[in-house]
């Protein structure tokens, strides 16, 4: 079994975005960055802040990104209830977008 970083990257990422284990996982980073005792201690001027900012980095992306898909899924759900029906006879609005793919023939 190899270790790698991006295979530890791969399960934080996969595991925040389940449900079911989200805020233990944002608890525990945060729980370990405020922690003095990690992998390098922040006592040692340098490295001891280096695994601290890619951690904190990490969580911040990840929960911006779910903050980000979340705000979509909203949106689309509420553009998707008040669209109107295209088969509608009673709808005043007339406009609809195609789009299409064009390809030159020669």
């Excluded at 490295?47 to 990490?58: E, M, S």
């Amino acid at each position: 079994m190899s270790f790698s970083i991006q295979s530890l990257y791969t399960w934080y990422r996969n595991t925040i975005r389940n449900p079911k284990y989200r805020w233990w996982i944002i608890a525990g980073t945060l729980a370990y960055v405020l922690s003095p005792f990690d992998i390098s201690p922040d006592f040692i001027p340098i490295a001891g802040q280096i695994d601290d900012i890619a951690i904190v980095t990490l969580l911040v992306a990840e929960v911006s990104q779910m903050a980000v898909e979340f705000i979509k899924l909203r949106r689309g759900k509420k553009d998707v209830a008040v669209a109107p029906d295209i088969n509608d006879k009673d709808s005043t609005t007339t406009d609809t977008t195609v789009d299409v793919d064009a390809v030159s023939v020669k």
